[in-house]
């Protein structure tokens, strides 16, 4: 079911000779704004205004280019985007969308079931491997880390490493921010914690990591309660571990009551990364193109960092000098995500089913 590649290359390729359609790879940026600008609009879906800073993103790319933006389906999930595409494939009109913005998993799904069209955006080397596809069918727009989230007027000394959570002085402090058995931000915590016990080794990171919740709750550390914004700020679950744009949005919605620090472990450093693609029958080729062009700029990779969300371009960006000091100063350390690590498909798939089968064995604390 993999995409055929040679096909996808050469409609490409027949395309860049035909009036209005889809500008080669090799097109210039002034050429691929006039082929954008002829199509006059763009059609994007599943992208709440309050996500990432896609707000002022979607309105800085209108002001730059003067395209009309069609909006579909702001709260539609991973799954929904990838129907509109199905249910679409001959509509050339606003509801038919151009671009998909979906977890890792559904870029190579979308993939091999010929869905997209490939394209490599001009910052395409500062794109991590791990997080792109080779051909250039989806890449990875934007990632969080899991982190601690600490309420700092119960919490008086912060955890640095996942180990420190296991001190006689975090008893009765840590909760997942979901149900390890079912919810995709809690599978990754176990697994980032195995991961730090395991030295790296994926391979090992599930069941060092159920071995780990198992040691927490055994000391009394762990807290079977799903951790939120409000539990946090209650004190029953001073330390939560999430993804570090939910909490730094709290500590901002908390405003000071209470203090929240959001701390980077030092080791075990795991990305969840959504990822970008153009659809295979976009009604708009040349403006998808150029909206990924400007996702992919500094200027889309700054949009989305103002919303808490790490560009994938973070850490090239970050060296370069090209992040301003007040943004900078609004995240943790900017070193702490040059370990961060990208778990493939694969990788996910083990862990998960372990993590979610092997939890009530190893751990026997019921979240809820």
């Not at 595409?85 to 079931?113: C, H, R, W, Y």
């Not at 009765?172 to 915590?189: E, H, K, T």
């Amino acid at each position: 079911m993999r995409h055929n590649l040679k096909r996808g290359v050469c409609a490409v390729a027949l395309l860049s000779f035909l009036p209005g359609a889809a500008l080669a790879q090799t097109a210039s940026m002034d050429e691929l704004v006039k082929a954008a600008k002829a199509e006059g609009q763009l059609t994007t879906i599943a992208l709440p205004h309050d996500w990432c800073g896609y707000g002022a993103v979607i309105e800085g790319f209108k002001a730059k280019y003067g395209l009309q933006v069609n909006e579909l389906n702001p709260d539609a999930g991973s799954g929904d985007e990838i129907e509109a595409i199905k249910a679409n494939k001959g509509n050339t009109g606003p509801q038919a969308p151009d671009v998909i913005d979906v977890g890792l998993s559904f870029g190579p799904m979308a993939k091999a079931e010929g869905l997209t069209q490939p394209y490599k955006v001009s910052t395409w080397d500062e794109i991590p491997d791990d997080a792109k596809d080779a051909e250039g069918h989806w890449y990875g727009d934007y990632y969080g880390v899991l982190a601690f989230q600490v309420n700092k007027d119960i919490v008086e000394t912060m955890p640095q490493d996942w180990a420190d959570l296991l001190k006689p002085e975090y008893a009765n402090s840590v909760a997942l921010a979901g149900d390890p058995r079912s919810a995709n931000q809690a599978i990754q915590g176990v697994y980032a914690a195995g991961l730090s016990r395991a030295g790296g080794d994926a391979s090992k990171a599930a069941a060092e990591g159920l071995a780990f919740f198992g040691e927490l709750n055994k000391a009394g550390n762990f807290v079977p309660v799903i951790g939120k914004s409000a539990s946090l700020a209650q004190g029953t679950t001073p330390i939560i571990v999430r993804w570090d744009y939910n909490a730094l949005s709290d500590r901002d919605t908390l405003k000071g009551n209470p203090q929240v620090e959001v701390v980077v472990p030092k080791t075990g450093v795991v990305a969840g990364v959504y990822v970008q693609a153009i659809s295979a029958f976009a009604p708009h080729p040349n403006a998808a193109k150029l909206w990924m062009e400007y996702l992919y700029s500094d200027e889309g990779q700054l949009g989305w960092l103002k919303g808490y969300c790490h560009p994938i371009r973070f850490n090239a960006m970050a060296k370069a000098g090209k992040i301003p000091q007040d943004l900078l100063d609004k995240l943790p350390p900017a070193a702490a995500y040059e370990a961060a690590v990208f778990p493939t498909l694969a990788e996910q798939e083990a862990s998960k089913k372990e993590i979610t089968e092997k939890w009530d064995a190893a751990v026997g604390a019921n979240v809820q």
